[in-house]
């Protein structure tokens, strides 16, 4: 194969067209498919771990990250309805429906699920070593 078709007509520097190989669609979407499927798996492998913060006590809470903002945590409800859209955006993420739609909105639906789940710090984390107890 001649480094015309592999590059992007020779517009990159000679040190990076490695980076610029030219690619068929379908290798992207193969990528999709493996992330969008393990997220799939994570997710339904992890919902009863990220359901159980839906009743945690409320003392337990410290927003952090993308979160930090929020001095209370969700009601319940929303915050399984949260982990819902999530999965369902896994699903719609893995199979490419609505593609340029529903790929952000996943992004923002799992940042916003994980970080939450991170937000009860490790004071609900039984632990021996005392490595991840809390100052407070």
Request: charged residues 10%; contains cysteine.
């Amino acid at each position: 194969m001649s480094s015309e078709t592999m590059t992007n007509d020779g517009l990159a520097p000679r040190g990076l067209r490695w980076w610029f190989w030219r690619a068929p669609a379908e290798r992207l979407a193969m990528l999709r498919v493996l992330v969008g499927t393990y997220a799939v798996v994570y997710l339904s492998i992890r919902i009863p771990y990220l359901l159980s913060f839906a009743h945690q006590r409320a003392q337990q809470f410290q927003a952090v990250g993308v979160l930090s903002w929020m001095d209370a945590p969700l009601h319940p409800l929303h915050y399984q309805t949260l982990v819902a859209l999530a999965l369902f955006g896994a699903v719609g993420f893995a199979v490419g429906y609505a593609y340029r739609v529903v790929a952000p909105t996943f992004a923002a639906l799992l940042l916003v699920v994980l970080t939450y789940a991170n937000s009860w710090g490790a004071s609900s984390t039984p632990t021996t070593s005392g490595c991840f107890t809390s100052s407070h």
